[in-house]
């Protein structure tokens, strides 16, 4: 099969409604059995498979809150997506360590996407802009 670039759009677009809403099912269900889940400076490193993401997730939604990812810009190869996007929301958790307390906070997030076949995501690495969200939320 091959994909085209709506048949990737439509998967990370899934991929980051699950995200909105919390729900780690829908997400993990995006992934490939064998999926690679790297986020680029997670103290556990990358991950392999669905189950290997989920404690991920699971941090992620509790330290981030009422998030929504809008595309910048999105670059096609063969079974390959690069999406640069802006995330914004609150953090009433701690996210990447940092005490959120509940306040705005907006970045930028690089996600790069392999696909397997199937249109589902093969590899999900994931660079965040660290230095943004350091600045916004300082710790006194």
Do not use: C, N
Not at 25 to 30: I, P
Not at 65 to 93: F, N, Q
Not at 121 to 133: G, N, P, R, S, T
């Amino acid at each position: 099969m091959t994909l085209t670039p709506q048949d990737m759009d439509r998967k990370l677009d899934q991929h980051f409604h699950f995200e909105a809403t919390d729900d780690v099912e829908g997400v993990l269900s995006t992934l490939a059995p064998d999926a690679v889940h790297d986020i680029v400076g997670w103290p556990r490193g990358p991950t392999i498979g669905p189950e290997g993401a989920r404690p991920f997730y699971e941090t992620l939604f509790a330290d981030l809150a009422e998030g929504k990812v809008v595309s910048i810009k999105r670059y096609y190869g063969e079974k390959l997506l690069i999406d640069e996007s802006l995330w914004s929301g609150t953090a009433p958790g701690r996210p990447f360590g940092l005490e959120g307390r509940g306040r705005p906070l907006q970045f930028r997030l690089l996600h790069l996407i392999e696909f397997t076949d199937e249109g589902q995501i093969k590899k999900e690495q994931v660079w965040v802009d660290l230095a943004a969200i350091i600045q916004q939320l300082p710790q006194d």
